[in-house]
């Protein structure tokens, strides 16, 4: 019993630490250097495209699940990011990991833990462009919808997702 107890501890520990395994997966990117194209929908069913990251300098994009526990602790750190920045040179949008299906659990969520910025439901096709295999998965792009570094798999500290965003804001 102690050894099956020991295995199930392990095994969470080691789930928390790396992320939250996707169960989409695809080798479909358009173009590995820009974000795809999308036509998506906001938590209040507001039609939202690639266009919205021309609004600002730097976009996170951050991918997240509704069943990832590292997911959720870091989105407090995102909100507190999210209102510190400058609206017109940043932001971040979340996309909900398996789409409108997780609408009800996500806006639990987000009311929950008071999240503001914009999150995303993707149709099935665009969410497997994305090649999503892990979750949190965070990209930075332009204004132009470039995207600036390879993705970050798992979940960073408000301090590292700093540096990063004040990087490229201060180029």
Known sequence: MKKLISFIFIGILVFSLV???????????????????????????????????????????????TSCPPCINEMPDLEEINNELNSDEFQIIGIVAGGKPFKNEAQDILNQLEISY????FTDSDFAKLEVQFVPMTFLVNSDGEIL????????????????????LNK
């Open 149 to 168: 570094e390879d993705p970050i798999i798992g979940s960073l500290s408000k301090s590292a997702f700093l540096d990063k965003i004040n990087g490229y």
């Open 118 to 121: 914009t999150n995303l439901f």
């Open 19 to 65: 992320g939250c395994q996707s169960s989409i997966s695809n080798e479909n990117v358009v173009d590995s250097n820009k974000f795809i194209d999308f036509i998506s929908e906001d938590m209040n069913g507001n039609e939202i495209t690639q266009d919205i990251f021309s609004e600002t300098t730097i976009t996170l994009i951050n991918i997240w699940g």
